[in-house]
Nanobody, 120 residues
């Protein structure tokens, strides 16, 4: 199983970006999918999460600015980021809780990260 994150880039403060996280491989089903971020010199922190039924939760710092969604048919999660601030600058990592079809086990997977830079 692999998670491929994409959509990062450089944007001015107040701008928007949309991140994608596509899961592929021996997937039986995907439970929750989420996004985390890590700024230079800081620990990785939770950003947003969505369950298989569509329930969502967000970090207080991004609530009302970011929206997480998913397309179950495509095994893909999205993070729409609006009203971006310089403090949103970080490497964004996607995360998924997946039942592996081959091993019949449940595992947590991480994507490779995508850089988001917000200029002031």
């Amino acid at each position: 199983v692999q998670l491929q994150a994409s959509g990062g880039g450089l944007v001015e403060a107040g701008g928007s970006l949309r991140l994608s996280c596509a899961a592929s491989g021996s997937i039986f089903s995907i439970n929750a999918m989420g996004w985390y971020r890590q700024a230079p010199g800081k620990q990785r922190e939770f950003v947003a999460r969505i369950t298989s039924s569509g329930s969502t939760n967000y970090a207080d710092s991004v609530k009302d600015r970011f929206t997480i969604s998913r397309d179950n048919a495509k095994n893909t999660a999205y993070l729409q980021m609006n009203s971006l601030k310089p403090e949103d600058t970080a490497v964004y990592y996607c995360n998924a809780d997946i039942f592996d079809r081959v091993s019949s086990g449940r595992y947590e997977y991480w994507g490779q990260g995508t850089q988001v830079t917000v200029s002031s």
